[in-house]
Nanobody, 122 residues
Framework: QVQLVESGGGLVQAGGSLRLSCAAS???????MGWFRQAPGKEREFVAT????????YYADSVKGRFTISTVDAKNTVYLQMNSLKPEDTAVYFC????????????????WGQGTQVTVSS
């Protein structure tokens, strides 16, 4: 079992930055961690993923160059640093754990957190 708790969301102006955190507990070393987001009326979409051990990362084109996913083993935490935020980044952001490497599909994730709201004003 893996438990995930996201934090760090909030309201920010366009061009600003936020850092989201995902605290993981349980047997996480076998998993890759990912961030997804879901805007009102839209499906949950992939943002970024990282492998705990190899630190290999993969990003959606829409966030590449603006967002950075990282991990801190000692804290068992995954971060999503979001820079140059745009109004279209507004969504609930979810952290997930997957048995697959470079997993970019919702169906590939076995565990999810409760989500944290990010709102970017224009």
């Amino acid at each position: 079992q893996v438990q995930l708790v996201e934090s760090g969301g909030g309201l920010v102006q366009a061009g600003g930055s936020l850092r989201l955190s995902c605290a993981a507990s349980g047997r996480t070393s076998s998993y890759s961690m990912g961030w997804f987001r879901q805007a009102p009326g839209k499906e949950r979409e992939f943002v970024a993923t990282i492998n705990w051990r190899a630190r290999s990362t993969y990003y959606a084109d829409s966030v590449k160059g603006r967002f950075t996913i990282s991990t801190v083993d000692a804290k068992n935490t995954v971060y999503l640093q979001m820079n140059s935020l745009k109004p279209e980044d507004t969504a609930v952001y979810f952290c997930g754990a997957s048995m697959y490497t470079f997993a970019n599909s919702v169906s590939q994730y076995a565990y999810w957190g409760q989500g944290t709201q990010v709102t970017v004003s224009s």
